[in-house]
């Protein structure tokens, strides 16, 4: 049986509309999830004849999304760094006080308290938009190394390779989210007693 030809013309009405909810579910930008769909797109016609059918048109063209998405993140953790002293509301908090060096891990008191509630505050999307929200407070290499490790679960080495950062700061970013998300979903009512 000979394998299908791709068809471009087709795309966005057989898998743009997928490819969107893909992409946006990972970037949470409307502008930036169509931009990676157009771009997923322009580059599948580039390399059309280099398409040999060995996996489904669908399945290449999501391979190709995520490549796009990865190297979106990679242009967002280029963005110019936002230090701890930027969220520390002025009292001179340093990573240590929030994590244990040795374990990486919430230090004593400053351990996030139960969010159980959430469930029963909250509906699932209101929760969902929240963190969204939290999210793109989060400065773009912050973002960036978030999404990729929470989102994409790719490795620490692998986003380390793809970002060209070292494992120490790697761990301070990803440190530095976590606190600046628990900051933010704090201040909307989530992890209150």
Not at 7 to 27: I, K, T
Request: with cysteine; net charge negative; aromatic share 10%.
């Amino acid at each position: 049986m000979t394998p299908a030809i791709p068809v471009p013309a087709e795309w966005p009405a057989r898998f743009g509309d997928e490819l969107y909810r893909f992409a946006l579910s990972r970037v949470s930008d409307a502008a930036a999830a169509e931009e990676l769909v157009q771009e997923t797109f322009l580059s599948a016609l580039a390399s059309l004849a280099t398409f040999r059918a060995e996996a489904s048109e669908r399945t290449w063209l999501f391979v190709i999304l995520r490549r796009k998405i990865i190297d979106y993140y990679r242009r967002q953790a280029r963005a110019p760094h936002i230090g701890l002293e930027a969220l520390s509301d002025g009292d001179n908090a340093s990573v240590a006080d929030y994590f244990s060096p040795a374990t990486g891990h919430w230090a004593g008191p400053q351990e996030p308290a139960s969010w159980l509630r959430a469930d029963a505050a909250l509906e699932q999307q209101e929760l969902h938009e929240i963190l969204q929200r939290c999210q793109a407070r989060l400065s773009p290499q912050q973002e960036a190394v978030f999404a990729m490790r929470f989102v994409e679960e790719l490795s620490a080495e692998e986003i380390c390779q793809e970002l060209g950062l070292t494992s120490s700061n790697y761990w301070v970013i990803v440190h530095r989210a976590k606190l600046q998300l628990r900051r933010c979903l704090e201040k909307h009512g989530l992890g209150q007693n």
